[in-house]
């Protein structure tokens, strides 16, 4: 019988969300599993939300990363798609159903019985573990196959920042060279979502509440132009010109003057989860035929295209690289949005657990 995997790494314990070392063990690898070491791991605001059960639904102990790249070390007997030296990722999913709907089009990611990648449960009763950790097993239908030539390090956000933003413009045809797309929030999210949507072809507004993002919006990240949100005379001069926008933000915000910003027939997307529920009016929706939609990552498929992608367009986060053992330090800062844009552990040189 095949023995479990030691598996090192830092979780949290309780609502504190501080973590610290933990020693634990992954399943041993099965016939269509892929066995890898954890290289490096991006740090989603998502995880900070879990580690302090704001959202209501942890289970502790959580170690957290569901954006996680590395370099394949074991295969399964029966695996087809990945050899060992390989280079892979793993996202925010390590297991669905296989045969609802969702799963028959490719969009695991709604899945009824989705299996997040960490602090959720596969179907043997066994909890997930995520990528702050130093070797990860995962079915090999939920990896992704990392492009030849574009950096692990930088392109981890990708797999949750990049695919939570990268879908939803597909998805409601907001990929289309002449549009005028506005991203709400310039952090993880919105500045992946900036360079998707420019790669795409579309004209690109920045909605920020700090005027001190400006110059990086547009001189970094090539944003087109840039709305400070609580300057009304810049909103009211703005109003319906945006064919579409993603709103990235994760904290309480208004919504009318994001409506007042969408021409007729536009759509506000959210993909950003504030911990307490947002005011939706309905008269500036009635009256513009508008849509306030939503839109979580994407599925293996998706998230597969989105990284060949990026991988072609040369798009990658901006990122710090971290030590593990500055992850609570980082998680404060997190709460500050002291970040530009997006934190990667560098797991593999840095991650040592007597």
């Not at 074991?74 to 999913?93: H, N, S």
């Not at 879908?167 to 045809?173: D, E, V």
């Not at 709400?184 to 920045?206: E, R």
């Amino acid at each position: 019988m095949a023995k479990s995997v030691s598996a090192v790494g830092y979780a949290a314990r309780d609502p504190s969300g501080i973590l610290s070392p933990i020693n634990f063990s992954r399943r041993a690898v099965a016939d269509r599993d892929v066995q890898f070491k954890v290289l490096y791991c991006g740090i989603c605001h998502s995880d900070l939300h879990s580690i302090k059960n704001e959202w209501g639904n942890a289970h502790y102990p959580i170690v957290p990363g569901h954006e996680v790249v590395g370099v394949v070390t074991e295969v399964g007997a029966k695996v087809d798609k990945f050899k060992p030296g390989d280079k892979v990722g793993v996202g925010c999913l390590v297991n669905s159903c296989r045969s609802c709907d969702q799963c028959a089009n490719s969009l695991e990611n709604y899945c009824p019985q989705l299996v997040l990648t960490y602090n959720s449960v596969l179907p043997d009763g066994s909890a997930t573990y995520g990528g702050y950790s130093d070797v990860m097993v995962v079915d090999e239908d939920f990896v992704i196959r990392w492009p030849d030539n574009f950096p692990m390090d930088k392109g981890a956000p990708l797999l949750c920042a990049g695919i939570t933003t990268y879908s939803p413009l597909r998805y409601f045809g907001l990929d289309k060279p002449g549009l005028h797309v506005g991203v709400v929030g310039l952090g993880g999210l919105g500045h992946v979502a900036v360079k998707f949507a420019k790669a795409f072809g579309t004209k690109v507004t920045v909605i920020s509440t700090s005027a001190a993002k400006k110059k990086e919006a547009m001189e970094i990240l090539g944003a087109d132009a840039f709305l400070i949100s609580r300057d009304a005379a810049e909103m009211q001069a703005a109003a319906g010109t945006l064919d579409g926008i993603i709103d990235t933000v994760s904290a309480q915000h208004p919504l009318p003057p994001l409506l007042s910003l969408l021409k007729a027939h536009g759509k506000l997307v959210l993909v950003g989860a504030p911990e307490k529920p947002l005011e939706l009016p309905a008269f500036p929706i009635i009256t513009g035929r508008k849509m306030v939609a939503g839109s979580a990552i994407g599925g293996l498929k998706e998230t597969q295209e989105m990284i060949d992608f990026a991988a072609r367009h040369n798009i990658t986060a901006e990122v710090e690289m971290i030590p593990m053992d500055y992850v609570n330090t980082a998680m404060e800062r997190l709460v500050k949005a002291d970040v530009k844009y997006r934190f990667v552990i560098d797991v593999g040189n840095t991650l040592k657990v007597d």
